[in-house]
């Protein structure tokens, strides 16, 4: 990695975590913990949060140019979809896959070529943890769909969050309480689980 490198971590309240009222606007979640993670281990980057809580992928089209292209990142982690989702069953304000896919195709479209910028799309995830969020998986697995059929289409390294999450053997609220918003246990998981996959998408 150059000393040029800049990793721009964008996405909703699940990268935000207050990072604007951060005086390193890192925030505390998992992206400050991949900071702390490259400063470990001396990798030479320089880390941006420009999570805002509540944007949907329509949100993160309006403000695409002025948070990710202008700041030109060596690499981009995308995290984005559970309030496409939430919209539909608090404001009954839906989000369709296709439409869903169409702001998403075209921030990616935006970015340069692959050999400028590296790109990583995070899958958005859902933990069930009452009833009423099961009723919801079946419109957050199409944006899920859609997350990996992008990752394909543009050669981006896909980080599974969902299953990943969903995978461990310990009460889903340990991990993020309201089933989206992670604890510490799941921000720690979060970084780990990014941390993992790209260091195997670079052997």
Wanted: aromatic share 6%.
């Amino acid at each position: 990695m150059s000393d040029e490198l800049t990793v721009l971590f964008i996405g909703d309240s699940v990268t935000d975590v207050g990072r604007r009222d951060d005086p390193e606007a890192l925030g505390h979640g998992y992206v400050r913990l991949i900071d702390e993670a490259f400063r470990a281990g001396g990798t030479p980057a320089t880390v941006v949060n420009r999570g805002t809580s509540g944007n949907r992928v329509r949100d993160l089209k309006a403000r695409w140019q002025k948070d990710c292209l202008d700041l030109a990142p060596s690499l981009v982690s995308v995290m984005i979809g559970v309030n496409d989702t939430w919209r539909r069953y608090d404001d009954n304000d839906p989000t369709t896959p296709e439409q869903f896919a169409a702001d998403y195709r075209a921030i990616l479209s935006a970015l340069p070529g692959r050999e400028e910028t590296a790109l990583v799309l995070m899958e958005p995830f859902l933990l069930p943890v009452t009833p009423a969020k099961l009723t919801w998986r079946d419109d957050l697995e199409e944006k899920i769909a859609v997350v990996r059929e992008l990752a394909v289409e543009f050669g981006a390294v896909l980080v599974e969050t969902d299953d990943y999450l969903n995978g461990f053997d310990v009460p889903l609220v340990d991990i993020a309480a309201d089933g989206i918003h992670p604890t510490e246990l799941g921000h720690q998981l979060l970084a780990k689980l990014w941390l993992e996959t790209i260091e195997n998408a670079a052997e």
